[in-house]
């Protein structure tokens, strides 16, 4: 077996080559007797700004561990988890899978489907990687917009073009499966033991790319510029999608995971009948500082020695019962148009593998539910094109983003408005472009969230709007099987399904569907 010790600390500069030094200490025994020694988890403890360490958890063997763990009273040092074996079961009837959407959930629901044998289908609205970036690029650069090939729409989802964060609360058996997987395409080794672990979205693309690869030589039929645009429903059964409306695939499973932009796919789904129901998210705005303020606040003098910081804030509106909180914040990076649909505007944030952009930035968003919009189950969806809509009208109509300095916001002064932002940023009211409930609500978290980081409210502080993104709008409902509710065949996964909330929870789905179509089809066939 293995043993595993937690909370190691090293004051900075971290000298990782004395921790095995460090672990025999404070276990008394000889570091000769420590074998296979490996750090397995790397975070930073920055709640003393005096005394800012790096924690670490490590994992080795030596002799007589039994002896050891009793002499342990500190309940620091344990044996290591066994991590379940992962068997992909292999179908053994001719199947085919038609898989919706290249974002997380997609990509890795292909996977799994190739893996046990199943003939796989996947296709993407938007086009390949490569072409992608360029599309994106020039439309950042000119402010022509492509409805095809977007931030949203596009090989590798939403969040090829964001700060490819792979964090998650879930404590999921496959959570390592996924991080080896990235790795083998090109993510960075350091994913599989930071406690934050992120790729970047310059290295993300490189990681997409081999993953697609990868796709290709199990047999998946990868297809681009395809849109799901109705479903071929035969005997109560889903049996195929349509294409770009003009061509039926027959299929025994559909695997929707369309990623949380696509609304003409729910329009769809609600004309075929398909249940939905409405869910809540947030709606808000990003706000931009500079990254060495932010390095300076969380990591006072040792700011120097530390990769970018990133903060993590909340406050309950006790007027409204609402939580504002920060969200997908992106450390080094900058604010990006995420725009989706002509008419409309949204922002985002990304950062790149290295964080070394002049600003760090972060979504501060209040929630939303369906008493907002009247309860309908497509409501939350036009509750989101509405205050896009305002927010393109208010900055000019021409894909520039609307800001305000955050002095101005909260009624405290003014200041510069100069934001990362691409094509531009508009100095405007924000109360033009937000809930009454929101911006107020805004207004009053923003001084809670000064006391909690000092400095944080400040004239060197833009905010971009608007953030309406932050999760569906609504929920493809499912059962325990994991097919929908109303159509069986039809199972939705992922993000854009409701079921997700970014890349690494996104990605669990799609194994988990993936599972769950091959259970179904192993069950139909013992039963034929």
């Keep these: 077996m293995a043993l595993v010790l937690r909370d190691l600390t090293l004051d900075l500069p971290a000298d990782e080559q004395q921790l095995p030094v460090l672990a025999a200490r404070q276990l008394g025994i000889d570091v000769v007797k420590l074998q296979a020694f490996k750090i397995v988890r790397r975070s930073v403890d920055a709640r003393k700004k005096s005394r800012v360490v790096k924690v670490y958890t490590v994992e080795f063997c030596c002799e ?41 959930a997609g990509l890795f629901a292909a996977m799994r489907l190739a893996e046990s044998g199943v003939q796989v289908t996947l296709v993407e609205r938007g086009r390949p990687l490569e072409q992608r970036v360029k599309d994106v690029e020039n439309f950042w650069a000119t402010g022509v917009f492509d409805a095809v090939s977007n931030v949203q729409f596009g090989e590798g989802g939403a969040g090829t073009f964001s ?29 599989l033991v930071e406690a934050r672990p992120h790729v970047g979205s310059d290295r993300l693309r490189k990681v997409v790319v081999n993953f697609r690869k990868y796709l290709a030589g199990l047999g998946v039929d990868v297809r681009f510029e395809t849109c799901l645009t109705g479903l071929d429903i035969r005997q109560g059964r889903v049996a195929g999608g349509i294409l770009n409306d003009c061509q039926t695939l027959p299929c025994n499973s559909l695997v929707l995971a369309p990623g949380h932009s696509a609304r003409d796919t729910y329009l769809m789904l609600d004309r075929s009948g398909v249940q939905l129901e409405a869910k809540s998210f947030a709606v808000g705005l990003r706000v931009e500082h500079p990254t060495e303020l932010i390095n300076l606040i969380q990591y006072g003098q040792f700011a120097a020695q530390l990769p970018a910081a990133d903060y993590a804030l909340r406050y309950n509106d006790e007027e409204t019962g609402r939580g504002v909180y920060s969200f997908c914040m992106c450390p080094g990076g900058e604010v990006i148009n995420a725009a989706s649909e002509p008419g409309g505007l949204v922002v985002n944030g990304m950062s790149r593998m290295a964080r070394a952009g002049r600003y760090s930035n972060s979504a501060l968003v209040v929630t939303v539910g369906p008493k907002d919009w009247g309860g309908s189950k497509l409501g939350g969806m036009h509750f989101q094109q509405h205050w896009e809509r305002r927010a393109y009208v208010a900055a000019g109509s021409d894909f520039r983003a609307p800001a305000q300095n955050m002095m101005a916001f909260i009624g405290r002064g003014r200041g510069p408005v100069v934001s990362s932002c691409r094509p531009g940023v508009v100095a405007t009211e924000l109360r033009e472009v937000l809930p009454d409930f929101v911006y107020h609500g805004l207004q009053r978290a923003l001084p809670q969230f000064g006391r909690k980081m000092r400095g944080f409210v400040t004239g060197e502080a833009v905010l971009i709007g608007v953030e309406t993104r932050t999760s569906a709008p609504l929920r493809i409902t499912r059962g325990e099987s994991g097919e929908s509710v109303s159509h069986p065949g039809l199972f939705p996964a992922g993000e854009g399904a409701g079921y997700a909330g970014g890349i690494m929870s996104a990605a669990l789905d799609g194994l988990r569907a993936a599972d769950q179509v091959v259970r179904t089809a192993t069950g139909r066939s013992q039963t034929q």
Excluded: F, W, Y
Aim: aromatic fraction near 0%; hydrophobic fraction near 35%.
């Design 64 to 104: 007589d561990e039994e002896a050891l763990l009793r002499r342990q009273t500190s309940g620091r040092l344990e044996k290591r988890p066994d991590c379940p074996e992962v068997v992909v079961p292999r179908v053994s009837t001719g199947q085919h899978a038609l898989v919706i959407g290249m974002g997380p």
């Design 163 to 191: 700060d490819g964060k792979l964090t998650t609360r879930l404590n999921h058996p496959q959570r390592q499966l996924v991080l080896e997987t990235l790795v083998a395409c090109g993510a960075p080794q350091e994913i």
